[in-house]
């Protein structure tokens, strides 16, 4: 029976020992820090060994056996050591293959490639592997989205640069004219200069909005709106010009249509949904405005026109910034209103977004329906 105060010694003496040895390979991990995995797991797995054979020796010695029996202890721990650091060579080899993989992984994500997950030895390795093949999917639709906006930046440069040459040409023409005193009826020509700078004007307000909007910056004054009182005022603006191409404009309403929202921002929604109607649908033609109130405490805006519809193709683009659906990229004022530089859509959907709402389109018999919903006032949100 070994006695308590031999007990203590024994642990003392491999106390000592091992902390003598995780010492060394503390200083040891220090100077490998840069090196490979490989050998710092070669270098904890030998302090591990070590530290186990050195203390089994230093109390051996202390317990007097025979030289014989210490011979043989030192045999089985040499030889349990090289087993030992063997098979950590072997994990560690193992586990540079599988750095050296995930590097290749890597690397080809960013060279633009879509990886898929590999299978890996390891719960944390094949975690690492199958998040690299997600994140190479979502900088794939990243590079995709970039692509698109780029093209659609190009796009739209391109388009204001030739709708702004067409009323900057006539204001030089005109103003030319005036100059040389050749203009057979200046007051004509006073006319067409003011609706031609107010062309100009809306681009450029269409522009600031579409920035404000695509920058986060657009400021919203937000209280209670009745929906119903924001048609009424903005289809008794817009009467002179459907009027002028004999084109009706029918409301209707229904339900509790009172919103949360910026009554300024809103109006210029229902207006630009109007005129774009108005545009784009014939001459004796009926376009119905239609405000309810929806069961999932929101209301909805719809403006339905007779313009023969959308192609399904692009539907799609409708709401792209600078896109318009037909061949003439040149806006056509309307009873002195300018037409705008394809911006109206865009900004629509831009403000409804702020708004915490939607915006869809789709065809109907002999035109296109546009719906809008926004959060019914007093509506919770989660």
């Known amino acids: 029976m070994i006695t308590l105060l031999d007990f203590g010694i024994i642990l003392l003496t491999a106390a000592a020992v091992a902390a003598l040895v995780a010492a060394l390979a503390g200083i040891a991990l220090r100077f490998a820090r840069h090196t490979s995995m490989l050998l710092r797991l070669l270098i904890v797995v030998a302090a591990t060994v070590a530290s186990i054979a050195a203390a089994t020796i230093a109390v051996a010695v202390q317990m007097y056996i025979s030289d014989h029996d210490l011979i043989v202890l030192f045999w089985v721990i040499g030889v349990g050591a090289v087993i030992s ?54 900088l794939a639709r990243s590079r995709e989205d970039v692509a698109t906006l780029e093209q659609s930046r190009r796009r739209l ?47 450029v307000d269409d522009l600031f909005e579409l920035s404000k909007i695509q920058s986060g910056t657009l400021s919203l004054n937000m209280e209670p709106v009745s929906l119903f009182d924001l048609v009424s005022d903005t289809v008794a603006d817009l009467h002179p010009v459907a009027a002028s191409r004999s084109i009706t404009l029918k409301e209707s309403r229904t339900g509790n249509l009172t919103l949360y929202g910026d009554a300024r921002e809103l109006s210029r929604v229902i207006g630009n949904l109007l005129m774009n109607a108005i545009e784009h649908s014939p001459a004796n033609s009926e376009i119905l405005i239609s405000a309810r ?30 896109w318009r659906g037909t061949p003439s990229r040149t806006p056509t004022p309307t009873l002195d209103m300018s037409a705008g530089a394809g911006l109206g859509l865009a ?3 831009g403000i409804v977004e702020a708004h915490a709402g939607g915006v869809t389109v789709h065809n109907v018999p002999g035109g296109c329906q546009f719906d809008v919903t926004l959060p019914r006032f007093g509506a919770r949100t989660s």
């Open 85 to 138: 650091l063997g098979v950590a060579a072997l994990m560690g080899l193992g586990i540079s293959r599988t750095s050296d993989r995930l590097r290749s992984t890597a690397r080809a994500i960013g060279d633009g490639q879509i990886v898929v997950a590999e299978d890996y030895a390891g719960l944390e390795f094949a975690a690492l592997a199958q998040e690299l093949a997600e994140t190479s999917q979502r």
């Open 157 to 203: 440069v391109a388009w204001i640069s030739h709708d702004l040459r067409t009323p900057l040409a006539a204001l030089r023409a005109m103003a030319e004219s005036l100059e040389d005193g050749v203009a057979e009826e200046p007051d004509r020509y006073h006319r067409q200069i003011r609706v031609q700078a107010e062309t100009l004007a809306s681009m």
């Open 293 to 322: 109130e929806t069961e999932n405490e929101h209301v909805a805006l719809s403006v339905v026109d007779a313009g023969g519809g959308i192609p399904e193709e692009d539907l799609g683009r409708i709401f792209d910034a600078g």
């Open 347 to 349: 900004i629509v959907a």
